[in-house]
């Protein structure tokens, strides 16, 4: 599985790459004792007291990354897109942009309370 999960970073091009693994990390490090990385239905999923809490994926047209957030329905935050999805919602991220580090902390806050 871990290989799974490297193969997925290692075989993004740039500046792609360095995004989702910077991500990766800040992500993981806000809750290291509960997070755990799992690879479901292809992809990468950060689980959070081992629930589906989120994945990254790349958008077919920009091939710009995002965050799917699993419980994104239950978060209210202007930056999350729903789109015509019913339970996700998405935060893309430009990855010649710095990372909305301020953004990922607001999100998590606001995600874990539904994770009892």
């Known amino acids: ?3 799974k999960i490297e193969a997925y970073y290692l075989k993004q091009k740039e500046p792609e790459k360095s995004c989702l693994l910077a991500l ?3 992500l993981l490090s806000f809750a ?3 997070m755990s990385e799992e ?3 292809g992809l990468p999923f950060l ?3 081992k629930k589906p809490y989120c994945y990254f994926w790349k958008d077919p047209k920009s091939q710009q990354p995002y965050i799917g957030f699993s419980k994104g329905y239950l978060i209210s935050h202007p930056q999350l897109i729903k789109g ?3 339970r996700i919602k998405i935060l893309p991220i430009d990855p010649n942009r710095d990372i909305p580090i301020n953004t990922l902390r607001q999100l998590f806050e606001l ?3 539904h994770y009892k």
Do not use: A, F, G, Q
Request: zero cysteines; charged letters at 35%; proline letters at 0%.
């Open 24 to 26: 990766r990390s800040i």
């Open 39 to 41: 690879w479901k239905y």
């Open 1 to 3: 599985m871990k290989e």
């Open 32 to 34: 290291s004792e509960h």
């Open 111 to 113: 995600s874990v309370v």
């Open 47 to 49: 689980y959070y007291k």
């Open 84 to 86: 015509n999805r019913t």
